[in-house]
C-alpha cells in the first residue's frame, strides 16, 4: 500500500516560511491527487490544498490563497506545500492526503493519510 511521511514542520515567526513536504512510499497510485489539510487542537480537521496528479487542477484555501503554494513532483512521489506570509492562526498539525478523488476538498475520499507535522507560527 501507500504511505504517506511529512516533514518540513517547526517553529516559525510571523511573516516568515516554512516548505513542507510529503513522500510517498509503497506502491504508487495512479492518477492520485494529493492534498494537504491541518487541524488545530480541538478543531476539525480543514481542507488547506490539493493538487491534481497532473497538477493542471489545484485548489486553495480561501485562508490561504495568495499565500501558499503546492506542489508536486510525480517523479519522486512527493508533493509540496510552500508557506509564505505565515500567521500565527496557521498554527496546526498539517497532513498530507492522497487518493483517487475528482473533487479536491472531499476529506472523506482520501485513501491515504500522513502522520503529521507540526507547524507552530509565533507572533
Known amino acids: 500500500q501507500v504511505q504517506l511521511l511529512e516533514s518540513g514542520g517547526g517553529l516559525v515567526q ?3 516560511s516554512l516548505r ?3 513522500a510517498a512510499s509503497g506502491r504508487t497510485v495512479s492518477r492520485n491527487v494529493m492534498a494537504w489539510f491541518r487541524q488545530a487542537p480541538g478543531k476539525a480537521r480543514m481542507f488547506v490544498a490539493g493538487i491534481s496528479w497532473s497538477g493542471v487542477r489545484i485548489d486553495y ?3 490561504v490563497k495568495g499565500r ?4 508536486r513532483d510525480n517523479a519522486k512521489n512527493t508533493v509540496y506545500l510552500q508557506m509564505n506570509s505565515l500567521k500565527p492562526e496557521d498554527t496546526a498539525v498539517y497532513y498530507c492526503a492522497a487518493g483517487g478523488v475528482d473533487n479536491l476538498r472531499r476529506q472523506y475520499e482520501y485513501s491515504y493519510w500522513g502522520q503529521g507535522t507540526q507547524v507552530t507560527v509565533s507572533s
Not at 68 to 71: A, G, L, M, P, V
Open 61 to 63: 484555501a480561501d485562508s
Open 20 to 22: 513542507l513536504s510529503c
Open 68 to 71: 501558499f503554494t503546492i506542489s
Open 14 to 16: 510571523a511573516g516568515g
